[in-house]
């Protein structure tokens, strides 16, 4: 009876259960009655090879089909140096646990202190997490994070261009605790923040807002910290870090509270997940921020050294009492778009940002040429932009065909909001990534569906 | 060995990495306009500027400074470090996986999903209930999902006065936080002189106000509650609901089914039970599983099997939505489905099994140098309680655990659960071998032994690390996150 | 001016050029003249980033074809474990030189140490070295060793059952040396050591056979070495290590040096190499053995260590005097081996080399029923065999409609002779790894063909 | 720390790999017959029996007690000891070239043959040589393939008494050892007080009996041979070759070629030059590069691309024949090829320009408590003569490398080139940073100074690794050199 990664020899059995004073292996469950002893073995299949199962997923893999995308919506197909994979298979980072044994885990601890602080720096907020699941969840712990900030308060303002799944997952955090959520309406694909004032009173926790949104648009906070904090509400602020190297931050938009998601800082594309949620916020918050915390401290001989801090904060020790129940996190990703941006530094993060910008600038502006689609709001944007199909037929045409040259064209933005409304918008996401040559592929099939 | 923050290494100038240049025409990237000021960020971030080699060699030494499952035995009890299986490592790192949009046309991600749905139908055989969703990203997020699945179960029956979950005194911190996140009061039952529930506590909080009994079984005592199917009668009697939370599932492996125990809601622990790595922290992996009476909430989208193939199915009004922004950990998930493929159905409950040999031959062998307050018999893990070594010798469970170091092995969790006083919880894991046991066992012995001789010695460990133990005080009241 | 690897700023090159008391760095080439100093950069293209690069490698990726691989010759598509990359990948020992220095080397040499253990252990050999470039130049240094222990020997005896290109190889060796090649000549696919005496004299150093030989079949040595040992000749043999857990070793057959390739023990395919070459010998020889050697001895306090030791054999010492020039080895691709046997274990050996016995005799005899192939010789054989079709149109026939089927049926024997004789023989391997489905595969495929 | 052998953990019956059983029709395997008796294996071989942990913890551990460019500055001279891109190992695993066979018909191995074509293109520019082969797997068999051509060449032209090589007495070991076995002669040449060739020596021994002048340039005290077309003049003049060791190629890429230097026969070492990994030893790769000479000779199969792309081909008479298995190795080539396309035309010649740089500031920075007996100036690698500390203090050139290990470096080469009295050699390689460079010139100078001050701390270093310095005569007089 062997099994795979199951050291025991019938030997050892034998001296084992000797040891504890047993006769069999199914004495060691007699502390289970008969009733609950499965008679019957579960029915997954036998196990199986190493051989067996590589041949098995090489089949399966085969049915993933791979296309050039200009897919976004929140996972993005950016450039990722070499030296993130390699670093961060590095099997004491891979199968380690959270490092709760700090004097065993230095290693791992300063790791998460240099994420911690590139967040702050990139956002401009002066103390980051050490990641949250991802981005929509950084969102509805945001959320949580205002509620419990602020008395009585049990409404959070969510713009309505915050990416659909994220909405999606804020009303999921609203349900049935007695929270809500009160959306902040757009206009010309920005959120209104004409309407803020009107829609903000003292059950107000605070806004959470996109950037780019939904759409890809860029938007503008300017004077919103000031209307929020003037009801003691907070302002959270969320967006695609890489764009961060273009757009102003969170924190010069003295925001309160900055989450995202580091997707596109070093993490593939992987089907969705795991990506990194993060979350920074100003120091007054600082004991009401979820999730793990790595702070630089000294021994008894005055050495300098990294360990978990702030746990009281935490769910393993405040039990019901926490503002988050966190525990596992996304660190080996976090870990990844810490390797991601030491290798890159701020030029390289810009340019990856200049570049994405300028090739969707150039694509844009070069469908915006033909009949039949648009875009239709005069807005700026970043790497991803909003096209508006005429017909529903034709769009379908377009995708299909630029398919068959092997791209992916876009996402529908029905496909995350399951609205007939949004079918003829089409979201086109182009990363610094993408060549010339598919550029350029792209157009040409673009005008031989669209003449 | 020490290594300086990378920012440290900082030089300007200096790259690790560059881009191809940017290709467009002159003319366009002439006329491109920038950002509006408005918007427009100017400030850089302070960014490390080294070389690759730089990158290289400062994570490499990083990785030094740090211990996983791979470099010794890692002991840590309720975190069900197991090893972590190089063939889902490899697997993991395929470009038909790794290379594949969250929103491809389902036609063109048949695979993944395939993986998904297959994953799925062997949770659901595993743990005995019928369906279940991959999107949870942890255990909490799982308890989470799981909760506001019983939340929304009751407002849609109208029961809105079921406001009160019921979780015992020992459970892991999560469950009552989870609980609290998603708007329930917490009521804490007691145990009883075997570390089971107090049947008599539990029936005295039982009532209509109650919506759930939140047990992990086995517990954290690594015992297993021999009432089960009798405090499930007694929840449901209330018309309550059971949950499962799976954390200690790799005790019983095709031994014993949540579902069959009488269960209504399940969340697992990839990380733990289906050997996905923990990745200094994550990300980890949530599943949860359901019988008939919950599945209306579970979040979407649900995969289904079609004759056209796999499709993402957002129909179901009753759905608490989503709760990830995509479908989950999908390279966890993957991991996971290769271990289940490896192991199949023996093999799981082989290591089940064989868990379970291991926590009982170490609490054997430790029981006359410790206490083991709850007698040594024990599932999967065990707790032991050093509260002697603290009275007779100022030896605490954190030296105990601290000496462990030094010997190079990963401590086991201390002082939890909390109603054992220096407690240290031990899990071995099937993965360890006998020797690596005797080996363990006797590095244990002789610490104990030298805590009764030396306590000043002990107290003072660990010895062999880049640091010795830190300030945690200092840590909190000149607070340094970040650089 | 920034290049890949090169960490220096413009700020960097100034300190340094004005410390060493230049003014630019093309003073750093004063010494060469100038008509020396290159006037252009060399004509090979400009520099590429990683991710143009990796574009550009995945094109021409793409023009290599995989298919179900029935190829032999030298080179097998055995099962290797996961552990087997997982851990040769680890950083300090893939990006480490020659371990000279033994104190900041243990891991590494304690890994040459079990390696050097495994293939005596395999062979049945007193000694082994930390691995040759490949089973063709372990041939050769083994020829050199012969010679190089008997005086006025310079004759080594070869089988002409050698594989064609160690026969080549050796060829090579002997070129222009005044030693040269005798061939032992084969009967009935095997070598015919019935003429072994006649060919024996007091010129000869030795004789080199080879099992399973280039036809696949398995010879057998019974009283070669006693017939050799009495003219003080050597005996070496040559073996696919694999197979040794089905035949007799080296050892067995008391020759007195053991080679081969470990290829088949956990390295890839990788179109020919890397391989790992391997020699072992008999105690006696321990101080003629090529190549580098790792020792167990003691510190000052009698803590046990391993080291390089008996270095005075090797060139860097002995210069001309040295009996080999070998320097670099294969020290990744033997520490493969070392984990891929590590992981196996003596009963995973033997299952493998059972179940490749076991499938390339269930194919061979189901080939052998059918009309225009047969199987000539009947001598024992391994996990390859030889086919020998009635005409060559046939043989192309049937080697394209397996091709079509995905299948690559076999290599011809004259694609390593270049010999017309040598264009009717197709020889077959078949490893535990090919599965029932695909030996089925083959057949049908075959039936279709030879009806 | 310390790791038992893997034998020492064996245990029977254990495992850490399965196969799939063995699944032909039963009555087959029943009638199949075992091998002859006469010629079977009865008797099993030791090898460990462990679980599929136990083998990653063991060279996961090992792998700790080995030190690598990845973990620190390696100034290891001859050996270029730089920075091996994380891209050309991730290029070096995809399945599309470790899957591929030898054998395959050719129409299904153009990308491979592609690579090692533009590869040979590319090396022939680098060296300004014409024709070129693969096949040879290391430095030391590139001289054994170069000067057996150099023999054939020789034979062809019914030039049987040239016999002899000329070799700077500061060679590497290995040119004489590969004139040996090339049934060649080995006559050694001075040098002069500058560190170069001693020409009238040269001139002395250059008669009809040479068939080649073997060098290295910059040789191997960092010194570029200044009178290098003349030394190329005279041999030519006496009707030998010019053969060049492209062991410190590193120094001079993209600024001069062998080529023009008048070299005949050239070899390279990809995992120096190229920055392969040296894997603890190998595999390396020792391409030879020739004139038109030369080329009749080189060995086969050729690469030549055709109308129907690439083929091996296996004509030419002349050639000596095969001198490896297959075609080379050829992932260490494809690793190659992918440093070159990185680093083009230009970055090659940045790469050494900043190679001398590196050594020149490392020189500089040492002359002072050092003596460099041939000036300090040098190209990409210099040498150290530590006499004096051996001679004032009894401190000699082992000591201080070991005690460089305690910094944590790599020591240098010791006790090369023969030539310089306690040598030490030291070659930074361009991918040392300014800041790398000045902490181990600050680590060096201050071992220096321990050496006077403390001259028997030194020689006991190194203190910090697992084992002390081993007995390296016990090592010989009682060898143990298997389990």
Known sequence: MIYPYIPHTDEDRKIMLEAIGLSSMEELFSGLSEDILLSDSVPISHGRTEDEVQRMIDSIAQRN???????????????????????????????????????????????IYEFQSMICEITSMDVANASLYDGANAASEAASLMVGAKRHASVVLVSSTLHPFTLQVLQTWAKGTGKSLRIVKEKDGVVDLSLLSSLLDSTCAGLIVQSP??????????????????????????????????QKSPGQWNADIAIGDTQSLGLPLAFGGPSCGFMAVKEALLRKLPGRLVGLTEDGKGRKGFTLTFQAREQHIKRERATSNICSNQALAALMTTIHLSSLGWDGMLEAANQSYAKAHYLAYHLAQLPGMTLVWDKPFWCEFPLVFSDSKRLRKFMQELRNEGIFAGVRLSTLTRK???????????????????????????????? | MRETLLIEQSKQGRKAYCFPPLDLPKGFQQALPPLPESIRREQPARLPEVSELDVVRHFTRLSTMAHGVDNGMYPLGSCTMKYNPKLSEHIAKMDAFTKIHPLQDVSTTQGSLSIMFNLLEDLSSITGMKWGTLQPCAGAHGEYTGLKMVKSYYEKRGETGRTKILIPS???????????????????????????????DLEAKLDDSVAAVMMTNPNTLGIFEQNILLISKMVHAHGALMYYDGANMNAILGMATPGEMGFDVVHLNLHKTFATPHGGGGPGSGPVMVNNTLRPFLPKPDILLTDSGYVLDWDGEDSIGKVSMFWGNFLVLLRAYVYILRMGSEGLRSASAHAVLNANYVAKRLCDVCEIPYGEQCMHEFVISLEEYRQNNGVRAQDIAKALIDKGYHPPTMYFPSLVSEALMIEPTESESLETLDAFILAFRSILAQAKEDPEYVKGAPYTTPVGRLDEVKAIKEPNLRY
């Open chain 1, 420 to 451: 007939v409304k949004d079918e003829l918008v089409l979201l086109v996401a182009v990363t610094e990534k993408r060549s010339r040559e598919e550029l350029e592929l792209y157009l040409a099939a673009a005008r031989r569906v669209m003449k």
């Open chain 1, 213 to 246: 949104n939904r759409y890809g648009l860029l938007e503008s906070y300017e004077g919103v910290a000031e209307i929020l904090h003037e009801q003691k509400a907070l302002f959270a602020i969320s967006n695609d870090p890489l764009s961060l190297a273009m």
């Open chain 1, 65 to 111: 089909v791979r296309g050039i995308p200009f897919l976004g919506c929140g996972c993005y197909d950016h450039i990722i140096p070499s030296t993130v994979e390699a670093l961060s298979s590095l099997p004491s980072f891979v199968t380690a646990y959270t490092p709760y044994q700090a004097e065993m885990s230095q290693g791992l601890l300063q790791a």
């Open chain 2, 170 to 200: 020992s459970a892991h911190g999560t469950n009552p936080a989870s609980a609290m996140v998603n708007g329930f009061a917490v009521v804490s039952i007691g145990s009883n002189e075997k570390g089971q529930v107090d049947l008599e």
